[in-house]
């Protein structure tokens, strides 16, 4: 894959009370990713609220990419496009 295709804008916010809702997530600071990783160490109710923006700059070709989850613990995932989804 050519990563040079693909320009990717991710930020997080933390919720740490797990009490952000869509809404409320639009007065809330986004960070960038530090080396496209977050770690916030252990935590026991805190979610992670991350925003990506990913442009294919190459018109001719499709460019595939993942996105990895590493950690062991996460109880569950969602991903919002206006709707959620959950998986």
């Not at 190459?58 to 496009?81: A, G, P, Q, R």
Request: net charge positive; charged share 25%; proline share 1%.
């Amino acid at each position: 894959m050519d990563k040079d295709k693909l320009e990717i804008d991710g930020k997080y916010t933390v919720d740490w009370n797990s009490t952000y809702t869509l809404s409320t997530l639009k007065t809330k600071t986004f960070h960038p990713l530090i080396n496209n990783k977050i770690s916030i160490g252990y935590n026991n109710h805190a979610s992670i609220w991350c925003v990506f923006k990913i442009q294919n700059t190459d018109l001719k070709n499709s460019v595939k990419t993942w996105l990895c989850f590493e950690n062991n613990h996460i109880d569950s995932l969602f991903f919002y496009d206006g709707k959620k989804f959950n998986f």
